[in-house]
């Protein structure tokens, strides 16, 4: 069964960029639709990205072209680069996949934004 380990996450001022990786072991990534997923304190988890086993691409309404999700499948991670940062976007972020039908998690990387 796969195991996701994030990474990348910290503190940055608003209009920063950070660049998270999600480093997946246990099955190759190339052959699934993979997500990132973040929550803040007080709120439900919701979708940021997808990118689709065909390499297609999906974004939360609120991320309005500031961030990219990619992967790298011969180092097999994924990641996603984010730019422009907003207070707003203060949450753990978690990688996450369907692996025939099954849902796993990473532990989640923790992104601040603060002046």
């Known amino acids: 069964q796969p195991r996701l380990v994030e990474s990348g996450g910290g503190s940055v001022q608003p209009g920063g960029s950070l660049r998270l990786s999600c480093a997946v072991s246990?099955?190759?990534?190339?052959?699934?639709?993979m997500d990132w997923y973040r929550q803040a304190p007080g709120k439900q988890r919701e979708l940021v990205a997808t990118?689709?086993?065909?390499?297609?691409?999906l974004y939360g309404e609120f991320v309005k072209g500031r961030f990219t999700i990619s992967r790298d499948n011969t180092e097999n991670t994924l990641y996603l680069q984010m730019n422009n940062l907003k207070p707003d976007d203060t949450a753990v972020y978690l990688c996450?996949?369907?692996?025939?039908?099954?849902?796993?998690w990473g532990q989640g990387t923790q992104v601040t934004v603060s002046s």
């Open positions: 996450h996949i369907n692996y025939n039908t099954v849902i796993f």
């Open positions: 246990g099955i190759p990534i190339s052959r699934y639709s």
């Open positions: 990118i689709t086993r065909y390499d297609g691409e």
